[in-house]
């Protein structure tokens, strides 16, 4: 028998009752996700544990791209037990991560694990030493040096710590250190009762990735509570996915120029992306969509009159836009400063298990949007873009060829605005004792919610995964055998989440 005859199968925001989730003993599940994870046809897209009276519960999605399922698993240990657990990180390197946060968040000791460190110091964490404390990979040389850059950073960024180890100019490792600013904003979902409440939580999981998160969330909770939402709503959420990806792609593009000094690409994409968060402005009251996206409902219909305006905002836009990235990916100067720099090659972005835009410039298809469809995406032929060095320059131009995608998108589906219904507030009934699964591209990438419920359909775990939650170990990778003085742009190609990875 094979492990795939030996999980439950089910698709992207669907539900299923908890006891039909197979439950192992925990060498008979090491031995399955080996197996489901071994030859790259699948990957993991969450693995985490919760807590359910004396016992801990643990859950795998593993999913399935080229059938467009996911694998659910399970197994389950005694709180108080103190037996370590064989690491599945020796096998599967890309499970790092999830191994990680469930021994700090639980004291789970999993063993042969490589690197068996804290992932983001949350509050609630079964080691309550300081986050001053984390204990950083050193080398003792006196050819060698360590330059610690952050948490504090000038500008807007996020907080985060980067500890470099260098010889002269050349960085030979680099740790990311997290978790600055956990907000245990998975323990709010619990929490809060009112589903307001929590879409306003999701819609703040990363403040650029709005969109991305509460469709996530929406998305979930309507497939959990076997609500069907109609065209107008998908179409709604479509919508505002292709824009929030060609905003952030444009302001992302326009922070690429500023690292390499190239003002005139700095000034105009920065331009470029005002006109398009202003119409979520015009649409919904809020810049950022916050408030946009409902379960059940859109407060803010989108109107065939909505659809002109975004059409001649388009056309302005894209004149300029292709006008700059022409001269942008033309200009030996900026080629310099991004060619070849903080390269990724295809077997170490499968190795680490990248996904979305990182995963996507090197060689990897990795896109919800074709392999697990949701919203209209159900009705589109996406093909995902693929570029194949790795390095800034891939990075930059995936980010132009998304925009025209999205544009290209957008200008199909507004021929035919689908007519709204007045909004109304539905009554959400959640089943007892399930799980419930959501996936979205982001544009960052693959975007993970799940809900489990208790046995009177109250949230008992909500499990949120960020695509920077991936991706976060590909940027320590691809500065070494770079200078030090790489690191922002590479840092800037990759534009991860610290809020969103913190949670």
């Known amino acids: 028998m094979t492990s795939s005859e030996t999980t439950y199968k089910i698709r992207n925001n669907q539900s299923v009752p908890l006891d039909r989730i197979p439950t192992y003993d925990y060498s008979e599940f090491r031995v399955l996700m080996i197996d489901l994870l071994k030859n790259g046809e699948n990957h993991c897209v969450n693995y985490f544990a919760y807590q359910c009276n004396n016992r801990l519960q643990f859950i ?10 996911i694998h659910l698993l399970a197994h389950e240990m005694d709180l108080s037990a103190t037996v370590a657990l064989q690491s599945l990180t020796a096998d599967i390197p890309a ?40 204990p950083f ?70 403040g650029d990735t709005c969109i991305g998160h509460s469709t996530a969330f929406v998305n979930l909770w309507e497939g959990l509570c076997n609500y069907v939402p109609d065209e107008s709503l998908e179409f709604a959420r479509t919508i505002a996915s292709e824009l929030e990806r060609i905003a952030i792609h444009t302001g992302d593009l326009s922070a690429i120029c500023a690292d390499i000094a190239y003002q ?17 402005q015009e649409w919904g009251g809020n810049r950022l969509a916050k408030g946009l996206i409902r379960a059940g409902k859109i407060n803010y219909p989108f109107t065939p009159e909505l659809a002109t305006r975004l059409l001649e905002i388009l056309k302005v836009y894209e004149i300029d836009f292709d006008e700059i990235s022409a001269k942008l990916f033309n200009l030996p100067s900026a080629l310099n400063r991004m060619e070849n720099i903080g390269e990724i090659s295809p077997k170490e972005a499968y190795i680490i298990g990248t996904v979305g835009m990182v995963a996507r410039t090197s060689g990897l298809n990795r896109d919800i949007r074709s392999s697990h469809p949701y919203n209209l995406y159900q009705k589109m032929d996406h093909q995902p873009i693929i570029k194949q060095t790795g390095d800034v320059h891939a990075r930059a131009e995936l980010r132009v060829d998304e925009i025209k995608q999205s544009i290209a998108y957008l200008r199909q589906l507004l021929n035919k605005v689908p007519a709204s219904k007045q909004p109304e507030d539905h009554q959400f009934v959640s089943p007892a004792n399930s799980f419930a699964i959501s996936l979205t591209e982001g544009w960052r990438g693959e975007i993970c919610h799940c809900a489990i419920t208790d046995d009177k359909g109250e949230l008992l775990a909500y499990k949120i995964k960020d695509p920077s939650h991936h991706n976060w170990m590909a940027l320590a990778q691809v500065v070494r055998k770079n200078e030090i003085s790489d690191f922002p742009i590479c840092n800037k190609s990759f534009n991860l989440s610290y809020c969103g990875h913190d949670l």
């Open 95 to 134: 499970l790092h991560l999830f191994e990680r946060e469930i021994h700090e968040n639980f004291g789970i000791a999993f063993t042969a694990h490589p690197w068996l460190k804290p992932v983001r110091f949350a509050h609630n964490r079964k080691n309550k030493t300081a986050i001053n404390d984390y």
């Open 60 to 69: 795998a999605c593993v999913a399935s791209d080229s059938k467009a399922i």
């Open 137 to 206: 990979y050193s080398i003792k040389s006196e050819e060698l040096h360590e330059v610690g850059v952050g948490p504090i950073h000038a500008g807007i960024i996020e907080p985060g710590h980067f500890r470099f180890i260098c010889n002269g100019e050349n960085v030979l490792h680099l740790e990311i250190q997290l978790g600055w600013q956990h907000r245990g904003i998975e323990e709010l979902f619990v929490q809060k009762k009112k589903i307001l409440e929590r879409s306003t939580l999701a819609e703040n999981i990363a």
């Open 264 to 280: 005139l690409g700095n000034a105009v994409f920065g331009r470029l992306r005002t006109p398009i968060v202003n119409f979520f």
